[in-house]
């Protein structure tokens, strides 16, 4: 057997375009949807990720505004920014760039950031908006991994899921997520002493530790949905995730690759919780 690749570029440019027409709709209103990003510091990967970011936003019709910053910005500068974009009516989303230099609290910048601009789905509120099921806005990550899983076609009632990593950016949010959908869930962890016994008998797999090789082929349930997190290097400097790719495409029924997989899905959602913010306050 071998799997069936679930393509994330192909499933980001549908949902681009499908993000374009409704941008095209409030723009008739006259609402012009609006993210800010905030970049701290000079990490290479960072400028990387926030310059797609507003390619993103302009391919689709939105406002994108960058801030950047030196690294030397003091935490309560960097606060004070974010509330002032809460304030501006002509922003609907804001993104500030992880990670952040050592002195300023991630979980402080988050925690300010406004829960209905918070279009990264990190604040308190829309992470507990969603253990309890009611609406708001999901961590990206996961909310793309959710669409990846939807193009198999699988029905996840009844199916048991193991998704491994449980930080609260993907691990924690990923497992709630297919709770919803009536998936039986088993979290692990490095705390898991032994990670295959759960692996062979999961209908789908999350990988999420940043480690690669962390799920080989020996470890995967024939037919199974693989969905590879990770982001790692491997001995050649070649980007790999967390799954061996080559072993385990012979065993699963559906696998995503790295690159091309769950990382244009992030990024495609990003735009989807933008435009659902302007649209709420629109609306």
């Not at 689709?60 to 960058?66: K, Q, T």
């Amino acid at each position: 057997m071998t799997a069936q690749l679930i393509d994330g570029n192909a499933l980001a440019t549908r949902t681009r375009a499908q993000v374009a027409e409704r941008v095209q709709v409030l723009r008739s209103r006259g609402v012009l949807p609006g993210l800010a990003v905030i970049l701290v510091g000079d990490d290479p990967a960072s400028a990387v990720y926030v310059r797609h970011k507003v390619a993103d936003c302009e391919s689709v019709g939105m406002r994108s505004v960058l801030e950047r910053y030196p690294a030397t910005m003091t935490e309560a500068d960097l606060l004070a920014r974010v509330r002032a974009l809460n304030a501006d009516d002509a922003v609907h989303g804001i993104l500030v760039q992880m990670p952040l230099p050592r002195h300023i609290d991630p979980q402080q910048v988050i925690t300010t950031i406004s829960p209905a601009k918070d279009v990264d789905g990190f604040h308190v509120a829309n992470a507990g908006a969603l253990l309890v099921g009611r609406p708001g806005f999901k961590a990206c990550t996961p909310y793309g991994c959710m669409k990846l899983i939807e193009t198999t076609g699988v029905p996840l009632r009844g199916k048991h899921a193991v998704v491994i990593g449980r930080s609260n950016t993907v691990g924690k949010p990923m497992a709630l997520m297919l709770l919803q959908s009536n998936a039986t869930v088993t979290i692990c962890h490095s705390g898991t002493p032994d990670l295959a016994v759960h692996t062979r008998s999961a209908d789908i797999v999350v990988a999420a530790v940043g480690r690669r090789d962390t799920v080989r082929a020996d470890m995967v349930k024939p037919g199974a949905i693989v969905v590879d997190v990770g982001m790692n290097r491997n001995d050649a400097g070649k980007l790999c995730g967390d799954v061996d790719f080559a072993g385990v495409r012979e065993v699963a029924g559906w696998i995503t690759p790295v690159p091309g997989g769950v990382g244009p899905m992030t990024r495609a959602m990003l735009l989807v919780n933008t435009l659902e913010a302007a649209e709420r306050r629109t609306d």
